[in-house]
């Protein structure tokens, strides 16, 4: 920038310290116990929801109802007679897990180079909102309303669909769901997990919990797959009604031969990941 007369103007300088200093301030507050804390019970939360997925998943198996997904799971834990403290207290841990991975994918990230700073952005800005939304189901509950996550994806679905390029970006979202699963199937298979563990590395517990991490992330992934099949279908039929989320792939698995073993499979899968996370929510690196 230049001032009339031709003088080149300092304030570039400037702002780009004072923004750079503000940006250090905010990772340095983002780096608060507080946070750390918030942050550590929101996995704590999330593994609490894997365990009574699975658990729901399994007791399909068994003919018993329900949802085998996260607003299931919220709907079984806010039953209990200390319900509406569960909400908040679920929702203000997912809330601090959001604000933690959104601190990853922006404050954290901007020491990373390029590329990776571009797969940070990704992958926590997803997780953020994730989190987030999870977050608000808890608060939803807390307050009264209460839906079917079947209903709701069918009906942003349609949505979708009916609006331009809505075919498109719902394949766009199912193929989005597929590699997100197999990212998680790849890293169970391949035990890239063990470096949010690393404390546990070369112990009995340890082999214990890296097997829970293997099963777990096997299981959510396959399942993650299942889901993204789903909306691709949903939109290669032009039946958004099909798309039913991770409670209605799952289920649907009841109508194949070997689909109650993969269901009972799947169920205790999400169990060990639930384990696993609650290990990792304890000891797990920052």
Same mark, same amino acid.
């Given at each position: 920038?230049?001032?009339?007369?031709?003088?080149?103007?300092?304030?570039?300088?400037?702002?780009?310290?004072?923004?750079?200093?503000?940006?250090?301030?905010?990772?340095?507050?983002?780096?608060?116990?507080?946070?750390?804390?918030?942050?550590?019970?929101?996995?704590?939360?999330?593994?609490?929801?894997?365990?009574?997925?699975?658990?729901?998943?399994?007791?399909?198996?068994?003919?018993?109802?329900?949802?085998?997904?996260?607003?299931?799971?919220?709907?079984?834990?806010?039953?209990?007679?200390?319900?509406?403290?569960?909400?908040?207290?679920?929702?203000?841990?997912?809330?601090?897990?959001?604000?933690?991975?959104?601190?990853?994918?922006?404050?954290?990230?901007?020491?990373?180079?390029?590329?990776?700073?571009?797969?940070? %952005?990704?992958?926590? $800005?997803?997780?953020? #909102? /994730? *989190? &987030?939304?999870?977050? +608000?189901?808890? =608060?939803? @509950?807390?307050?009264?309303?209460?839906?079917?996550?079947?209903?709701?994806?069918?009906?942003?679905?349609?949505?979708?669909?009916?609006?331009?390029?809505?075919?498109?970006?719902?394949?766009?979202?199912?193929?989005?769901?597929?590699?997100?699963?197999?990212?998680?199937?790849?890293?169970?298979?391949?035990?890239?997990?063990?470096?949010?563990?690393?404390?546990?590395?070369?112990?009995?517990?340890?082999?214990?919990?890296?097997?829970?991490?293997?099963?777990?992330?096997?299981?959510?992934?396959?399942?993650?797959?299942?889901?993204?099949?789903?909306?691709?279908?949903?939109?290669?039929?032009?039946?958004?009604?099909?798309?039913?989320?991770?409670?209605?792939?799952?289920?649907?698995?009841?109508?194949?031969?070997?689909?109650?073993?993969? %269901?009972?499979?799947? $169920?205790?899968?999400? #169990? /060990? *990941? &639930?384990?696993?996370? +609650?290990?990792? =929510?304890? @000891?797990?690196?920052?």
């Amino acid at each position: 920038m230049r001032r009339l007369g031709g003088m080149e103007s300092s304030r570039t300088p400037d702002g780009q310290s004072a923004a750079s200093d503000a940006a250090d301030a905010a990772e340095a507050a983002s780096d608060s116990a507080a946070l750390d804390v918030a942050a550590r019970a929101g996995f704590a939360v999330m593994a609490l929801l894997h365990i009574v997925i699975g658990a729901i998943a399994v007791a399909l198996v068994l003919g018993a109802p329900g949802q085998a997904e996260p607003t299931g799971a919220i709907e079984q834990l806010a039953a209990n007679p200390w319900g509406p403290a569960v909400m908040w207290a679920g929702f203000i841990a997912c809330a601090g897990l959001s604000l933690w991975q959104l601190s990853e994918a922006t404050l954290r990230a901007r020491h990373l180079p390029r590329r990776e700073r571009l797969g940070k %952005l990704v992958s926590s $800005g997803f997780l953020s #909102i /994730a *989190y &987030g939304s999870v977050g +608000l189901s808890f =608060a939803g @509950f807390a307050l009264g309303n209460r839906g079917d996550s079947g209903d709701s994806t069918r009906d942003f679905s349609t949505v979708l669909v009916r609006s331009p390029f809505g075919v498109p970006a719902l394949i766009a979202l199912g193929l989005t769901i597929i590699g997100i699963g197999v990212y998680f199937v790849v890293k169970g298979a391949g035990k890239k997990f063990k470096a949010e563990l690393g404390h546990f590395e070369g112990t009995h517990r340890g082999h214990l919990i890296s097997g829970l991490g293997v099963a777990g992330h096997i299981a959510k992934g396959v399942a993650l797959i299942l889901t993204g099949l789903l909306f691709v279908i949903a939109a290669a039929t032009n039946d958004p009604g099909s798309s039913t989320g991770l409670d209605g792939s799952l289920k649907a698995l009841q109508d194949h031969t070997f689909g109650p073993a993969l %269901l009972l499979a799947i $169920g205790a899968g999400f #169990i /060990a *990941y &639930g384990a696993f996370a +609650l290990v990792r =929510a304890r @000891f797990g690196r920052m």
